[in-house]
């Protein structure tokens, strides 16, 4: 069959049943971990009969953004969506990203499926759903929401049933085993060309690489993946963004909060702190993440913002909208004047006031950042003629569709 | 008493006996993870009674520079000491920088002990015995040589006796076992007015935090950290420098040789990199940090060579002699024509033949980039007048001496 083209790039149609694995939060370092710890047999096979590669997420290192890159091959400047949360500046407020409308790219996924491919996606929150499976004729449907899947809407009916588990809290690790139990149960009866699996990062904003929880849920991933792989799938496997904790040594959260700050500086409303982390599930977070930007008000000089910016505690850079755009492929329209990255251990608020803590009941871990950038990207499969070029997660689907070894 | 003035700073001698730690690349996870898996009350107790502060280590995170420039008070610039290993251009060669001969400056220990003040040291490696104590009239011991200790040249003997343990293995977490030991000993018996503690980061270079053998050790540490503060002395702890993992999700070590990269791309003989991370234990890091710096012969332009080095695979930045010294206080005379750093996760070698890997049993971790430099800032006491700007680990004599709450 000849390659399909989707943004520019190249796909070759699944030769075997393919699967791509987002495992969100997944820095690089709980694989490791669970691995040393003996509790993941099947990534620790990768190494001899795999593939095991790093990439870069694209940034804001979040979810939605690299969601759709990963399905788009391609950047937010293409696809769009830079962040879970923007201001629409033609509606003049403050949205959730989660509307198709926002989208500027179609998905590998959907045109491989009109092609005639059988493709699946299965997603953890159901707040991807939407963006995942625009345009997509073939089955879509999110743990969170499984009980509501129908035929019509998402391709597939009695979900719960045919998982064999029941509807999973939205704040639990079950969530993304839902995920991969209707993975395993889809290969099993569906047998897609193509699966998308796409799990929540509830355990690692909670638990540390290493920690008895943290391999506790990859152990618990590694099982179902190595079903998939028994079910003869091509896997690849790649994350959204890593995770870093954020706290001092006493497990505090360092946090600035910019709209306070600036406020305090430069006087009420000269600008307006927008964070692209918050979504409607932030009691993990409290919305806090490494990566804010900041809209500047007519009158008020941006280089001066930038300057205030620059001299605040836990402020690692501070970019312009051009600049921003540039270096992390960003679309200029959807930022605001100023991007202001927090270093590592560190992120960046909006007022105090405006932030619930309360939920926080272990050390604030989260992503954002640069710090962030580094995830893993692997296969069950030797690859061939990778390219030697800086590997980003949105290669994923083509490595996997497009350079499997011959010997494979 | 008249406060004493040691390299433009003022210390007011100990009212109470004070204990300074240097816990070697203590990474503030470390600790967290620990306080959150109930391994360590003492620490636990540091934020309702004590104070709990964050802190930047200097540049390079490693160990020599920044035990001299907690002793001192003062950064590279000041102290001269800038690496374990450094080429000594007045002799043409690569030598350690453990001789007292380097040292540019005093230690705040051995002005207070001509003050009259008892002072003791007590470190894990002998390598830093002779700079630790340059000067000091008191009790300076290394854990590794304690059977060597003897009254005219340490300022006691019978050491392992006096302590009750056999001299440790020079790999192991009993080395800083011992080191604690001592000083506990030290504080019963000659209750010396100011005495300062540096571990070694063996177990950090192996173990991540919060796994069981990372927690095991902060316990240990914990209890006789809870023996010193039970006999009434002041305590203040903070790190030489953090530590990451600098490895892919297998726990292969992330690595560019710049050494065979640079003469690949310039020709054989045009530079030559130094690791000032080496020293005479590297078993346990092959050598291999996050900092590298390079000479460049004449006839070579730097600017190219720093050009070339920017392509590099994990080089995350390269600053000129000037600009490296200005930027981390460091002796321009003493590093090469250019500092590199490189990223998080990674490590910079000189060419692989080099490097023995083989004692590696673990995947890597180590430290020397600007990702390591957060460490923690902890004191058994309440703080009063603490400095608002951006806060040193060479801070920390400062603060214990000159700080203390008067409530306390």
């Known amino acids: 069959m000849k390659p399909i083209q989707v943004n520019g790039r190249s796909y070759q149609a699944p030769a075997q049943p393919?699967?791509?694995?987002?495992?969100?939060?997944?820095?690089?370092?709980?694989?490791?971990?669970?691995?040393?710890?003996?509790?993941?047999?099947?990534?620790?096979?990768?190494?001899?009969?795999?593939?095991?590669?790093?990439a870069d997420c694209v940034m804001p290192s979040f979810t939605n953004p690299n969601n759709l890159s990963i399905v788009t091959g391609a950047p937010p400047s293409v696809h769009g969506i830079c962040g879970n949360y923007f201001l629409d500046t033609e509606r003049g407020e403050e949205v959730l990203m989660n509307d198709a409308r926002y989208l500027r790219a179609p998905t590998v996924l959907a045109a491989l499926a009109d092609t005639g491919a059988k493709v699946a996606v299965v997603?953890?929150?159901?707040?991807?759903?939407?963006?995942?499976?625009?345009?997509?004729?073939?089955?879509?449907?999110?743990?969170?929401?499984?009980?509501?899947?129908?035929?019509?809407?998402h391709g597939i009916a009695d979900v719960l049933a045919r998982v064999g588990l029941p509807k999973?809290?939205?704040?639990?690790?079950d969530?993304?085993?839902?995920?991969?139990?209707?993975?395993?149960?889809?290969?099993?009866?569906?047998?897609?060309?193509?699966?998308?699996?796409?799990?929540?990062?509830?355990?690692q904003h909670k638990h540390a690489p290493g920690t008895p929880q943290a391999n506790a849920f990859y152990a618990l991933m590694d099982r179902y993946l190595g079903e998939l792989d028994a079910l003869g799938a091509v896997i690849g496997i790649t994350a959204d963004h890593g995770m870093n904790a954020k706290t001092d040594a006493m497990g505090r959260p360092q946090v600035s909060f910019l709209q306070d700050l600036l406020d305090d500086r430069l006087g009420d409303g000269r600008t307006r702190v927008l964070l692209p982390i918050t979504d409607p599930y932030v009691v993990h977070h409290g919305a806090l993440g490494s990566y804010a930007t900041v809209y500047v008000r007519p009158g008020t000089p941006v280089h001066a913002v930038a300057e205030v910016l620059r001299g605040l505690p836990h402020v690692e850079r501070v970019l312009d909208r051009e600049t921003a755009a540039a270096r992390f492929e960003?679309?200029?329209?959807?930022?605001?004047?100023l991007v202001v990255l927090a270093h590592r251990l560190a992120v960046?608020?909006?007022?105090?006031?405006?932030?619930?803590?309360s939920g926080l009941t272990v050390p604030l871990r989260s992503h954002g950042g640069l710090s962030e950038q580094a995830v893993p990207l692997l296969f069950n499969r030797p690859l061939a003629d990778v390219p030697t070029r800086r590997l980003r997660n949105f290669d994923v689907l083509s490595l996997a569709l497009n350079h499997l070894s011959p010997r494979t």
């Open 18 to 54: 393919t699967v791509i694995v987002c495992i969100d939060g997944c820095e690089q370092e709980y694989v490791n971990l669970a691995v040393q710890a003996g509790a993941a047999p099947f990534f620790a096979s990768l190494l001899a009969r795999g593939t095991v590669l790093t």
């Open 123 to 153: 997603t953890a929150k159901d707040k991807l759903r939407a963006l995942l499976g625009h345009g997509l004729r073939g089955i879509c449907f999110s743990a969170e929401h499984a009980d509501q899947a129908s035929l019509q809407t």
């Open 168 to 173: 999973p809290s939205v704040y639990s690790a």
């Open 175 to 203: 969530l993304s085993e839902f995920v991969f139990a209707a993975g395993v149960m889809l290969m099993r009866t569906e047998r897609p060309d193509l699966m998308y699996l796409s799990t929540t990062d509830y355990v």
């Open 330 to 337: 960003l679309p200029p329209d959807r930022i605001g004047d």
């Open 348 to 357: 960046l608020g909006t007022s105090a006031r405006r932030h619930d803590l």
